[in-house]
Structures are given as structure tokens and as C-alpha cells.
């Protein structure tokens, strides 16, 4: 590992609110790290929990799942389900021996380019300090 | 093997200004399965697409990636330059290396590392895409209309008039809504029954209306084009068919109780019609005041009848019926007196609701026009109205302003002048909102032309004395307190949702906010549609409106299911989930989590799987994070696709 090393993080966008916030950063030219790679899904109903647990086994430092706020889900409850299943999971990845600080959900609508932009200062800013994921990653 | 072309556009300097774009098609061509890698100015211009068209065609390409602006900005464009080359639309993925990469990063190194990491999981998910098709639907060019009022009766007129037929359901055993309770209308004051009757019998008589009187929607499935619906026939006791209208069996009927329509000023019969000029012009027979259902004698109207339609043994009947969009016209209501016991509403009979006070004033109505107070039947000298009862006041649950209100009881306190010349009105306010084409000066007229006096405050209480009712309010402009002996008290009670309408919601699957009424799908933007497509609000079952907003409303949902028919089959984008039977272990985990309902078991030979309804199916892929077998596939967002990208994302 060089000196230079940079966090590495997936985020699962829904794309009606978080990819849409995402984008908005972009027109606004805000600036922020580029440890950050999204993937659009249609709902962050949509993620299963062994797309978060396969991003940390290949080596993801830290995993971002984000979609509209609770009440604000294009299909009305996706983000409900959301919010259950991954208060479990944020357990289960504590358990593992994850820091907290390497998963997080968060709501970000489509006018939130800043809170989009902050988010992945605060999570860059924060895996740098923890160094890179060596618990989950498979040896390759 | 896959043939891939990736197209890395420079979007002026937006995208090459950071991003070193050749070194991302240098890095795409790598790539195992990416036969052509190319960068240009602008793809989405004409010879751009030009470029891509050609590269399809030449180098027989099963799939491209374009790595330009997010998909929201030009994703159909490059599905459709695909489509025109020969190219399924759906083997097209953009890279979205502008909004989420270039103008977001200054360092050009971390920005074209990063591009090309987008690119290569881009290219990772079209290597599993397939080719799709828009899904078609055929439409049924029938409409439903929910509810008879001004709004339901607006929709129907207008969706027949342009050539489709429509079945009109009415819960009531006429049609005409609230509307047929009001004496004379805002902002004009003709009489109410003189616009409605017209439109009544324009409904009743088009050949593309079929009006269902004392009928309930029961069930509805399907979807937007091809709704299934069972409506349910109350049983009248009376065969409508053979009656023809006589009413004999009203007048001789022995059994008076409180009319409900009257707001239990006045009595019916318990068989009869509502009004006089009902359409249908059919009578019901009340089952719960009838002597013959409580005592098994009487049936002095079978007996009378000249055509022998009476039938105490007609039972519910239910037809189903297939139709392309739904219009809900349920209307709305006012507070009930049980919900609202203040300044003596239901204790003191002098104390009564505006829709009570339109009665009395009705020519049809049980004064025949003249207004008494209930009590004694003398005629008023003096009358509070008081504004606001229930509405804006958040205690009672009720924040919102009624709307229709301030000027019905402007026109109440000017028609109210009209027939007692000599006679005070006063009226308590909090404020006046009369926004409306002629309404501040409809407002006005009653304060200047009939001397309706305006006091801008509560009343605090309302109590019986010698025979009158002592008003005790503030006057919150002057300070003063103000103490008024009248001879009737008219509430202006909040308008609120019909309680006929809360299964309603439920049955049709539509939102409702949290007062009740009826969720547009957009506040501004849609305001006649709901979330579910196909189905359309018109007047005031979305929330208060006066007869010209719920008019004018309807039209715009008619216009919305015309244009719905004006097309012969509807077109939905394909990325709806899908179940791999063969490995579904039937568990139906996935049923509850549809937002849509849209799953449904299936029964195999042996078992049983679950399968889409590809019509109710938006897309959201719940199911498919719920799904324990990995049966459930949302086309386009497959596990095997977002894995791929993770893994691509994570190298
Ligand atoms: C006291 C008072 C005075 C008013 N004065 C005026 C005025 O002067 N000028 C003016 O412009 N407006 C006035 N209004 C407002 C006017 O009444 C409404 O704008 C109008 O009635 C709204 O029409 P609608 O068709 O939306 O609803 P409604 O008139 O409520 O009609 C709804 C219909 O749907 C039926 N229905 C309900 N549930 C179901 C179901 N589940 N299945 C089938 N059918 C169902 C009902 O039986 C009813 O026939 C007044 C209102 C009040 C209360
Ligand atoms: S993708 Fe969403 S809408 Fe479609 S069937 Fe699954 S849960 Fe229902
Ligand atoms: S669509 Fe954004 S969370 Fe459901």
C-alpha cells in the first residue's frame, strides 16, 4: 500500500432522490472527494444486504446506502424496509467488528446536492482517520 | 461473446476539461468483451449519435455504454439513436461521467480514475442486460365515475360527450350530490336546482351514461386500461324497472321519519324519493323504519302500487364490469352534529348548521322557502352566523380552512335579508377569504346592499334565555365584548370527507391525506391524478371546493382519461420484476412488500410460486430484496447486475 492510499466507497443511490441529489451537486459544481462510486437502483428498497457485505468483502472501505426521505419514497413504503432491515444490519456489521462509521444510511433528496456533497466528506474524512477495511476483505 | 462499443464523450471542455477522456477509452478497450472504445465532442448532437449508429451497424454490436451526463439527461436519446441502428434500446447503459465525476473533482488523475472504474462497471451491467420490449396494454374505452355530485355528473357528461360510454355509480338513490340541498349559489345566486335539474336530466338521458343509483363499487382490480370492477345494487325493495314513478306509495305510506336530506328539519315517508325532482325519479324503501320489516305487517305500498313493483324479498345483486380509467367523485360532507357539541349544536334546536339553513330557505324544502326557526316555526328577527366552526382550529384536528364557508354565509346572511327586509344578520368571523372571480364583491354586497353586520372575532358561548339564544362573543377589532339576543344560530360547520368514502380509498388502493380527503398526485403539477395510474379525482372528494373549482376540476379529469383512450394500446417500461419459477419456493414473502399489490400466488402442478402482475408492477424491486430464493428479478437491476458493478467499483 502506497502512502497516498484513498478510501475506497459504494453508495447505492435510489434514483429519485439520492442519484437525482447526486446529480444535483454535480450542476452545482460542489466540490467533493472522489472516493465516492454510485450505483443507481430504482428504490433503496431495492439493496439487499449481500450487495453491502459483497462491496466490504472486494475491498470497499466504507458502503453508503441513501435514498428519499421516510415518507418521501417514489413507491411510497420502498424506504420503510429500507430503514428495518438495515438497523439490523448496521448491528450485524458492529458485530463483525465493523467501526460504525464505515456504513451508513442516509436521506438525501433530490434538492440535497450539499447534504449529498457533505455526506461523502464526513464519511471520507472519517475512513481515512480508520484506515482501510481489513476485516471483511477476502484475500484475492 | 459480447461485442461492447463505449462511447466517452468530451461534452465541450465540461467532461475533457478534468477528465483525460482518451485514457478512458484507451482503459474501456481493455476490457475483455469491448470491441470498439471511441471519444467525440458532443455525442448527443446529431453526428454524434451518427457515430454511434455507425459503430452499432459496423461492428455488430450487442451492447453500448456511453460515458457522458446522467442518464436523466440524454438516456433516451441514446436508447433511441440504438433502437434506429438495429440495437434493442435496453442494451444501452450511460456512464455518468459528468454530473457525478468531472464537475464534482478538480484532480484530473483521481477524476479519469475514476471515470474509468464508471465505465468499466457500466460495461459490466450491459454485458448482463437483455433485450426488452415495452410492455403493451390494451385499453377498454369505458370509464367509471364515482359518485354522482356536480363533479362525477361534469366528468360523465364531458367523457360521453367525446364518444365513450361511462357507467355513473351514485351510493344515493339520486343524483345530484350536496348540490341538490343548496337553496340558491354563490356567486350569482341562481337558484341551485335550476342549474342541476338540466344537468340531471342531460346525464340521465345520454345514450353513452349508464347512471347506477343505490350502488356501491365493491372490488376493483387490475390495472390502468383494464380495471375489473364488481358494483354491487343495493336492494331498494322496490323494482325500478316496473315503477313508474307515481309515488302513490310515498303519499299513502303510513310511516313518518326525520329526513336525513332535510338535516332532520323536515320528515319523509319510509318509502319515497328524496325530493321531487329526483333522478331517478325511483323511491326506496328505508329498511330500518319500515313497519313492515320491523313488524312483518303493513305493506300498504304493495298493495297500492298500481304495477306491483314493490318486492320486500329484492336482495343485493352484483355485476362485474371492465373499464379503462376511473373518475372518483365521492364529494364531501359536514362536521356531524355527534362530532360537534359546541355553542349548543344538538341541544338547542334554534342552534342549527348551514346546510340546515339552505333547506329552510329551498322553496322544496320543509318551510317551502320560508325561513323559521325550528323551534316555534317564527320567523327569525335576528340571526348569528358564526364562521370557522371546526375549521382552522387545530385542537379539533382540523387546520385547515373549509374554503367554501366564508361566501356561502355571505350569500346566507343576502338571501336571508331578501325574504326578512326588516331582519339583522350578524356574523362572526375570524377573516374573510373570498379569492374568487366576483366573490370580494359578492362579500361586499352583503355588507353594503343588505346590512349583513361583520364581527371579526369567537363566539365564546351560546345559551337559551326567554325563549331566544344569547350569543356571547368578542369583538376582537374594537375590544368590546359583544352580547347578542338572536333568534336562531347558523354554524358554519367544516367541511369534511364523506365517511361512504373511506373504504373507498382502501378498495381502489389510493391515498388519502390525514384529515381523509383524496391524494392528488401532485399538489401543483397533477392535481386530477392519484399515484395510481387510471385513476383521477374530481371535486371535492380531494378536498373543499365550491360547485365552479369541482366543475372545472372534473373536465380536467375527463380530459385525462380521454386522453388515456385516445390510444389504442398503452406502453409501460419494461423494468418490472419477474419470478424465476424454478427456483420461487413459494414462500410469498415478496406479497406483503409490494407497495402495488401486484403479486399474487400462482399454481404450478405441484405447487405453488409467485408471480407479477406486470401491469400493477412499477418497478421498485422490494420484492427483490426480499426475495430468500434469488427468484425475484427486477429486469434492468438484476442481483447478478448491481453485483457485478460492486465488483467492478471495488477492483
Ligand atoms: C351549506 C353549503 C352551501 C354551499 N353553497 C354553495 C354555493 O352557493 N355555491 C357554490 O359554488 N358551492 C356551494 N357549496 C359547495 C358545494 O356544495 C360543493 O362544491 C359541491 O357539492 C361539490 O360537488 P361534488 O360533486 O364534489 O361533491 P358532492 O356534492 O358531495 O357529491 C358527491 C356524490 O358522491 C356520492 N358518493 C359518496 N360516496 C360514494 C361512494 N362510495 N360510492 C358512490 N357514490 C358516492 C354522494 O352520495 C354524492 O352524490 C355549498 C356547500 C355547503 C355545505
Ligand atoms: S418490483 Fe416493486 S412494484 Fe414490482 S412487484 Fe416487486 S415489489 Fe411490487
Ligand atoms: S424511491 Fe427513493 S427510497 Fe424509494
Redesign the interface.
Known amino acids: 500500500m502506497s502512502l497516498t492510499w484513498e478510501p475506497r466507497i459504494v453508495g447505492f443511490a435510489c434514483r429519485w432522490c439520492t442519484y437525482a441529489g447526486a446529480d444535483l451537486a454535480g450542476t452545482s459544481r460542489l466540490e467533493y472527494p472522489a472516493a465516492i462510486r454510485l450505483i443507481r437502483v430504482p428504490c433503496s428498497g431495492r439493496v439487499n444486504p449481500s450487495f453491502v457485505l459483497r462491496a466490504f468483502q472486494r475491498g470497499a472501505d466504507g458502503v453508503l446506502v441513501a435514498g428519499c426521505h421516510p415518507g418521501d419514497c417514489h413507491y411510497t413504503s420502498g424506504n420503510l424496509f429500507t430503514r428495518r432491515r438495515y438497523s439490523l444490519v448496521k448491528r450485524f456489521l458492529e458485530y463483525l467488528g465493523m467501526e460504525p462509521e464505515r456504513f451508513r444510511v442516509e436521506w438525501i433528496s433530490a434538492a440535497e446536492g450539499h447534504r449529498f456533497a457533505q455526506v461523502v466528506r464526513e464519511m471520507t474524512a472519517d475512513l481515512r482517520r480508520l484506515g482501510p477495511n481489513r476485516k471483511m476483505r477476502e484475500e484475492t | 461473446m459480447p461485442r461492447i462499443g463505449v462511447f466517452v464523450c468530451w461534452c465541450g471542455l465540461n467532461i475533457a476539461g478534468t477528465v483525460d477522456v482518451e485514457r478512458v477509452a484507451e482503459a474501456a478497450r481493455a476490457i475483455p468483451g469491448v470491441v470498439h472504445a471511441e471519444t467525440y465532442k458532443y455525442f448527443c448532437s446529431e453526428p454524434g449519435q451518427n457515430l454511434i449508429k455507425q459503430a452499432i451497424q459496423e461492428k455488430r454490436l450487442s451492447g453500448v455504454v456511453v460515458a457522458a451526463c446522467?442518464?436523466?439527461m440524454h438516456e433516451s436519446t441514446f436508447r433511441e439513436a440504438a433502437r434506429m441502428a438495429g440495437l434493442n434500446p435496453y442494451l444501452v447503459q450511460i456512464a455518468?461521467i459528468?454530473?457525478?465525476?468531472s464537475?464534482?473533482?478538480?484532480?484530473r488523475e483521481?477524476?479519469t480514475?475514476?471515470a474509468s472504474?464508471?465505465v468499466a462497471?457500466m460495461v459490466a451491467k450491459v454485458r448482463r442486460d437483455e433485450p426488452l420490449e415495452p410492455l403493451k396494454f390494451p385499453v377498454h374505452r369505458k370509464a367509471l365515475v364515482i359518485g354522482g355530485g356536480i363533479a362525477g355528473m361534469q366528468a360523465a357528461t364531458d367523457i360521453a360527450e367525446a364518444g365513450c360510454p361511462v357507467i355513473l355509480v351514485e351510493q344515493g338513490p339520486n343524483l345530484g350530490g350536496r348540490m341538490a340541498q343548496l337553496s340558491e349559489t354563490f356567486p350569482t345566486l341562481d337558484c341551485a336546482s335550476c342549474i342541476l335539474t338540466p344537468r340531471t336530466a342531460e346525464v340521465a338521458r345520454h345514450p353513452l351514461i349508464e347512471v347506477l343509483a343505490y350502488s356501491e363499487v365493491r372490488e376493483v382490480t387490475g390495472y390502468v386500461g383494464d380495471f375489473t370492477v364488481k358494483i354491487a345494487r343495493k336492494p331498494a325493495y322496490v323494482d325500478w324497472d316496473k315503477c313508474i314513478g307515481c309515488m302513490l306509495c310515498q303519499e299513502k305510506c303510513p310511516r313518518k321519519i326525520p329526513s336525513d336530506f332535510e338535516r332532520g328539519l323536515g320528515s319523509r315517508k319510509a318509502i319515497g324519493v328524496n325530493f321531487p325532482q329526483a333522478v331517478p325519479n325511483r323511491p326506496v324503501i328505508d329498511r330500518e323504519h319500515c313497519t313492515y320489516f320491523e313488524k312483518g305487517k303493513c305493506g300498504v305500498c304493495a298493495k297500492i302500487c298500481p304495477v306491483g313493483a314493490v318486492d320486500f324479498e329484492q336482495t343485493e345483486t352484483v355485476r362485474e364490469e371492465k373499464v379503462g380509467a376511473i373518475v372518483v367523485a365521492t364529494g364531501f360532507d359536514v362536521l356531524p352534529r355527534e362530532a360537534f357539541g359546541e355553542y349548543g349544536y344538538g341541544k338547542y334546536p334554534d342552534v342549527i348548521d348551514s346546510l340546515a339553513f339552505e333547506r329552510l330557505n329551498s322553496s322544496s324544502g320543509p318551510t317551502d322557502g320560508v325561513i323559521r326557526r325550528p323551534s316555534d316555526g317564527k320567523i327569525p328577527r335576528e340571526v348569528v352566523f358564526i364562521q370557522c366552526v371546526g375549521s382552522r382550529d387545530p385542537d379539533k384536528g382540523k387546520p385547515y380552512c373549509s374554503k367554501i364557508c366564508c361566501m356561502y354565509t355571505a350569500k346566507h346572511a343576502m338571501l336571508y335579508r331578501h325574504k326578512v327586509p326588516d331582519g339583522q344578520a350578524y356574523i362572526f368571523y375570524m377573516d374573510v377569504r373570498a379569492g374568487g372571480k366576483g366573490y370580494e364583491e359578492f362579500v361586499q354586497r352583503a355588507v353594503e346592499a343588505d346590512g349583513a353586520l361583520y364581527l371579526r372575532g369567537r363566539v365564546a358561548r351560546v345559551y337559551p334565555e326567554d325563549g331566544r339564544l344569547l350569543v356571547k362573543g368578542v369583538d376582537t377589532l374594537s375590544g368590546q365584548a359583544v352580547e347578542i339576543a338572536a333568534d336562531l344560530v347558523v354554524l358554519a360547520t367544516a367541511a369534511v370527507p364523506r365517511e361512504e368514502a373511506r373504504g373507498l380509498a382502501q378498495i381502489l388502493k389510493v391515498?388519502t391525506d390525514e384529515h381523509g380527503f383524496f391524494s392528488e398526485a401532485h399538489p401543483k403539477l397533477r392535481p386530477v391524478e392519484t399515484?395510481t395510474r387510471g385513476i383521477f379525482l374530481a371535486g371535492s372528494v380531494q378536498a373543499p371546493r365550491d360547485i365552479s373549482e369541482s366543475v372545472a376540476q372534473a373536465s380536467g379529469a375527463a380530459a385525462k382519461v380521454l386522453a388515456l383512450f385516445s390510444r389504442d394500446e398503452l406502453a409501460a417500461d419494461p423494468?418490472v420484476a419477474a419470478v424465476d419459477e424454478s427456483r420461487c419456493s413459494g414462500c410469498l414473502a415478496c406479497q406483503p412488500?409490494c407497495?402495488?399489490h401486484a403479486i399474487e400466488p400462482k399454481a404450478l402442478k405441484d405447487r405453488q410460486v409467485a408471480s407479477v402482475n406486470a401491469g400493477l408492477c412499477?418497478?421498485?424491486?422490494?420484492c427483490?430484496?426480499?426475495c430468500r430464493s434469488g427468484a425475484m428479478k427486477?429486469k434492468g437491476?438484476t442481483?447478478e447486475q448491481?453485483?457485478a458493478?460492486?465488483?467492478t467499483?471495488?477492483?
Open positions: 446522467s442518464p436523466s455518468n459528468r454530473e457525478q465525476c464537475w464534482v473533482h478538480t484532480d483521481e477524476a480514475v475514476k472504474a464508471i462497471a391515498g399515484m423494468l412488500i407497495p402495488y412499477q418497478g421498485c424491486g422490494a427483490a430484496a426480499a427486477l437491476f442481483d448491481i453485483l458493478e460492486v465488483g467499483l471495488c477492483l
